[in-house]
């Protein structure tokens, strides 16, 4: 049973950085394409950014591309968001999660964004950020 455990949420002020991490337990998740959502209250989940096995491939959401990044440490079992120029809009709960299936990256492309394609889920980390 694979297991992933967020953190690294807080309150910031629009502008700010903030480091999420996902760090698994359970199973290897080196062989798996991990991505990041996000869910506003009173809003649907949205995908945020997806990494591939070996970090050759990203892929983000128009609304954070150029201000998050997404990495993964495969041998400590972890994928990191980094969140730089924060905004209010932001505000969210982070989840991480793990897509299922295994193929190519570009055969996982079209449903990338898709949460139903994801597996296994973390709890969430908030983010808050104050205008």
């Known amino acids: 049973q694979v297991q992933l455990v967020e953190s690294g949420g807080g309150l910031v002020q629009a502008g700010a950085s903030l480091r999420l991490s996902c760090a698994a337990s359970g199973a290897t998740l080196s062989s798996w394409i991990m991505g990041w959502f996000r869910q506003a209250p009173g809003k649907e989940r949205e995908f945020v950014a997806a990494?591939?096995?070996?970090?050759?491939?990203?892929y983000f959401a128009d609304s954070v591309k150029g201000r998050f990044a997404i990495s993964r440490d495969n041998a400590e079992n972890t994928v990191y968001l980094q969140m730089n120029s924060l905004k209010p809009e932001d505000t969210a709960v982070y989840f991480c999660?793990?897509?299922?299936?295994?193929?190519?990256?570009?055969?996982?492309?079209?449903?990338?964004?898709?949460?139903?394609?994801?597996?296994?889920w973390g709890q969430g980390t908030q983010v808050t950020v104050s205008s």
């Open positions: 990494i591939s096995w070996r970090s050759v491939y990203t």
């Open positions: 999660a793990k897509k299922r299936g295994s193929g190519s990256w570009f055969s996982h492309l079209p449903t990338l964004g898709n949460q139903y394609e994801y597996d296994y």
